[in-house]
């Protein structure tokens, strides 16, 4: 009989606990493994002190402020689940308006579902973001949330949501809808056009505390605010200086922008914040930092690649976007309060 323990090394995330793990080989019948795990000797030993928090303070640091992180779409989870799920039917293999093999087309920016990665759980606030592609008549049925803020922004296609606080709406390219689920709310998701995808991005937000009273809004978005330029579309409930059309029980910001060939677009990013910026659409799309002391940064990108963006403790920065003199750049930008250790530490 034979068991081994190991720790798989690396700095643990946030600075959480490191990951034990034990196995035991095929015992024959009658036998056993007897394992002993003597934690505190991790702690009071001094060179393993060390050790445990230096990993734990380099994980907190590695980044430095003012950093621009590029994250390539090929390091996104793809994931494409069965047309059982959520109540849908059977793939439809011969239908031209299909885009897709499959109904659903997810790609995770962070652990979710069956992508279960510990070293990339979330960003700041930012629990979850998912671009999803649905497939006509296709969609997810009834299901609950709690204790999350949710906000949901169209790429392309409608968008029919029902809830279970008697919410029902249709949105379309440029919208954003919003469900704060509090203590608990089911509801769907649901794409009734027969010749035409939808592609959405989901993201779950921390709320600043739990149990709050569900609610639902939407808004249609407007083009020429977000045309060149970015648009405000959700802000912090408690922040009354923004206009927003949409408030969220979180301190985060979502804004939008598209552009034309050639044009740019940039957004403040102040002193202790952070970003999230994803590429919705474009290709060979310029992405710069500059304005803190760390030196300015630029990165070319494409669509679906996306980027975190760590603020600078005490200088403001500036988010640059400029789209390719041959092909327009659809951008969204989650801005948040700045949580130290934040990022992916699996790049």
């Known amino acids: 009989t034979v068991s081994v323990l190991y720790w798989n090394g690396g700095s643990p995330p946030l600075c959480s606990s490191p990951t034990i793990r034990f196995f035991a080989t095929a015992?024959?019948?009658?036998?056993?493994?007897?394992?002993?795990?003597?934690?505190?000797?991790?702690?009071?030993?001094?060179?393993?002190?060390?050790?445990?928090?230096?990993?734990?303070?380099?994980?907190?640091?590695?980044?430095?402020?003012?950093?621009?992180?590029?994250?390539?779409?090929?390091?996104?989870?793809?994931?494409?689940?069965?047309?059982?799920?959520?109540?849908?039917?059977?793939?439809?293999?011969?239908?031209?308006?299909?885009?897709?093999?499959?109904?659903?087309?997810?790609?995770?920016?962070?652990?979710?579902?069956?992508?279960?990665?510990?070293?990339n759980q979330q960003f700041g606030v930012l629990r979850v973001l998912n671009d999803d592609l649905v497939q006509p008549a296709r969609g997810f049925g009834t299901h609950p949330h709690r204790d999350m803020e949710i906000a949901t922004y169209i790429v392309k296609g409608q968008l029919t949501h029902k809830d279970s606080m008697g919410s029902k709406e249709t949105l379309g390219r440029g919208a954003v809808q919003y469900m704060s689920a509090g203590t608990g709310v089911r509801h769907s998701e649901f794409n009734e056009a027969k010749d035409s995808d939808l592609r959405f991005i989901q993201m779950w937000l921390l709320p600043k505390k739990r149990g709050l009273n569900p609610n639902y809004g939407g808004d249609a978005g407007d083009e020429k605010a977000r045309q060149d330029q970015f648009q405000h579309l959700v802000s912090d409930v408690d922040n009354s200086a923004a206009a927003a059309p949409v408030k969220i029980h979180s301190d985060a910001n979502i804004f939008v922008a598209e552009l034309a060939k050639g044009k740019e677009a940039s957004l403040p990013i102040q002193a202790g914040r952070q970003a999230y910026a994803v590429i919705l659409e474009g290709t060979d799309v310029s992405v710069s930092v500059s304005g803190c002391d760390a030196a300015a940064a630029t990165q070319k990108a494409t669509m679906y690649d996306a980027f975190e963006v760590h603020g600078a403790h005490d200088a403001a920065m500036t988010l640059s976007f400029t789209a390719d003199k041959e092909s327009r750049a659809h951008v969204l930008v989650v801005e948040m309060s700045k949580v130290e250790g934040s990022g992916r530490r699996d790049l």
């Open 27 to 119: 015992l024959p019948t009658k036998s056993f493994a007897f394992v002993v795990l003597a934690v505190p000797l991790l702690f009071t030993i001094g060179t393993a002190t060390s050790r445990l928090a230096t990993t734990c303070s380099s994980g907190m640091t590695g980044i430095p402020p003012g950093t621009l992180r590029y994250i390539p779409h090929a390091k996104l989870a793809v994931s494409e689940p069965s047309p059982f799920m959520f109540g849908n039917a059977e793939n439809e293999a011969r239908n031209a308006h299909w885009t897709n093999g499959n109904w659903l087309k997810s790609r995770f920016h962070f652990a979710f579902a069956e992508y279960d990665n510990y070293a």
